[in-house]
């Protein structure tokens, strides 16, 4: 019975979708829902921790064509972008695949944004459609009242969770999924199509939409599944943000390889450990200082973690004594380096060589090709002494920066990414990060880029010009320190430069130091020296 299931799914899906494409085989990231249903539909796909709510594929799989008929009936068609303000959850999850089958375009917001920084991305991005959480009634009215006719957004998709409606511009997105259409949707793209739009921080003050493909998500996946130790049966614990590539990347590569997902809501230390327990977590993807908030909790001597295999993290080198202490647990650690703009994958540290190569981020992954170059483009060898720009190249590098084609001209070279990090590789090619071209701070896995801090304090009527800087930081890796020139007859204070910040920046993003300066270091030509502000603030953070 269950291989007849299997038969009849794959044709009923290839054959209802043969009138769309002349081909008989094409890659659409939605699709891949479709078939893990049809191969394994009794499977665990995905597990809620917090709300206890568990998804079979074939399920899943319903949900996401419920949304497609939403999406659908509200206008949406292949091309749109439709974006989300979503927390961890299984609206996020069908969402995306439902996006993916329609040939749609996502664009998956950071929540932790501010209003202007939100309306820029959708109006950048071009939504036509917006699906939020209701624990973001607050900044979607703000959003709804302050774009009105003017905005692309004429859909507002809320998922309620049991809380009232803001206002009647809001649709009931439980009620319409109930009513939605269970049968599979019209495919509408394949391949090299757009698949979705990431923003990352932006050197110039506005954030860059990154674009990805449905053959740029899956060749993602390949190289993941290739370079590193997953199983058919891994339990994989998702506490990263999905809006990150680093969370969007696995819930794919859950999907395809046929895994279950353990979805958490909140990032919450000793929630981890109890998950992992109660689970039987094999496998899950974290920064360093986590890693290192996590060893210090009560509940790492309360709660069996021994299904635990491995853990992924970057953003910053692993020291020895984190490996050896997550070693003691029978724990391996896998250091990576990747960026939104690769989809994820760059090069990756194995346990093998973690002790010998500390400060690496490894080699190469699989489907995945580097080189360094100097400032006159000369390509170094291992071996070398001599630092250099990090390049990548593989079918799951980027398509380009969406509305910025002269960006995406500087990034994309000749089939290689620039990545902007300055790099050294030894004799065998291990990659070791030495500097950030672009002077991106990255706090905690988060990355903070100071010209957009910088312009947000120019605004401010106290202070005359502003440059910020990273300085180490025990707690996050590092942090942001303001350097401020006050405008005249002016005395702004640490605690009013910090208010102004959090009306205009998320979260983590605002800095929590801040020095008063009489100016700021230039050359002959007016450009703002930051090395000589690294030289002059060199102590560390006090957290």
């Not at 209701?134 to 905005?151: P, R, T």
């Not at 439980?174 to 019209?186: N, V």
């Not at 994989?236 to 990150?244: D, E, G, V």
């Not at 590098?397 to 990090?421: C, F, V």
């Amino acid at each position: 019975a269950r291989s007849g299931f299997f038969c009849f799914g794959i044709s009923e899906i290839l054959a209802a979708h043969s009138s769309v494409r002349d081909r008989p085989m094409f890659n659409n990231i939605g699709l891949l829902l479709s078939k893990r249903a049809a191969i394994t539909p009794q499977n665990e796909a995905f597990v809620e921790w917090e709300r206890q709510r568990r998804f079979t594929f074939a399920e899943l799989n319903e949900r996401a064509n419920r949304v497609a008929s939403v999406l659908l009936d509200e206008g949406v068609k292949p091309g749109d972008r439709v974006a989300t303000l979503l927390k961890n959850g299984i609206e996020f999850v069908e969402t995306y695949f439902a996006i993916a089958k329609l040939g749609a375009v996502m664009v998956p917001v950071n929540w932790r944004l501010v209003a202007p920084e939100i309306r820029y991305i959708l109006n950048d991005s071009g939504a036509t459609a917006l699906v939020f959480d209701a624990d973001f009634d607050e900044i979607a009215g703000v959003l709804q009242n302050e774009c009105g006719d003017s905005a692309p957004v004429n859909s507002w998709l809320r998922v309620d969770n049991g809380k009232a409606a803001p206002g009647p511009w809001c649709l009931d997105h439980d009620r319409l999924l109930a009513a939605g259409r269970p049968e599979e949707p019209p495919i509408g793209a394949t391949d090299d199509d757009n698949l979705f739009i990431m923003y990352t921080s932006g050197t110039t003050g506005h954030p860059k939409g990154v674009v990805h493909s449905h053959d740029g998500m899956l060749w993602s996946q390949l190289t993941s599944m290739a370079t590193s130790d997953m199983r058919g049966d891994d339990r994989f614990l998702l506490p990263l943000p999905m809006f990150h590539v680093g969370c969007l990347n696995p819930v794919s590569l859950l999907v395809h390889r046929g895994g279950t997902g353990i979805i958490m809501r909140e990032l919450d230390i000793g929630s981890m450990y109890r998950c992992i327990s109660a689970e039987q977590v094999s496998i899950f993807m974290a920064v360093p200082a986590v890693l290192q908030f996590m060893l210090q909790a009560p509940e790492r001597v309360e709660c069996d973690i021994s299904s635990l295999r491995w853990v992924a993290t970057g953003a910053a080198p692993v020291p020895v004594s984190l490996l050896n202490s997550w070693a003691e647990l029978g724990v391996s650690i896998h250091q990576a380096y990747g960026l939104t703009e690769s989809c994820g994958p760059g090069t990756l540290l194995l346990p093998a060589d973690a002790a010998a190569k500390v400060g690496s981020c490894g080699r190469p992954q699989m489907h995945t090709e580097a080189k360094i170059v100097n400032s006159r483009g000369e390509t170094l060898p291992m071996g070398s002494e001599e630092p250099g720009e990090l390049l990548l190249a593989g079918r799951h590098i980027m398509k380009e920066y969406w509305n910025k084609p002269e960006a995406s001209k500087e990034a994309l070279q000749d089939g290689w990414l620039y990545t902007g990090d300055i790099c050294t590789w030894d004799s065998e090619g291990f990659i070791t990060i030495c500097d950030r071209k672009k002077d991106m701070i990255i706090s905690g896995g988060e990355n903070i880029y100071p010209a957009e801090l910088e312009n947000v304090l120019a605004a401010n009527p106290e202070v005359y010009e502003a440059a910020v800087i990273g300085v180490a930081s025990a707690k996050w890796g590092e942090t942001p320190l303001a350097l401020i020139v006050p405008a005249p007859d002016c005395h702004p204070t640490a605690d009013s430069l910090k208010k102004w910040c959090k009306a205009h920046l998320a979260g983590y993003k605002v800095p929590q130091l801040y020095e008063l300066v009489d100016a700021l270091p230039r050359n002959p030509s007016g450009k703002l020296l930051k090395p000589k502000l690294r030289e002059q603030f060199p102590d560390a953070a006090p957290f």
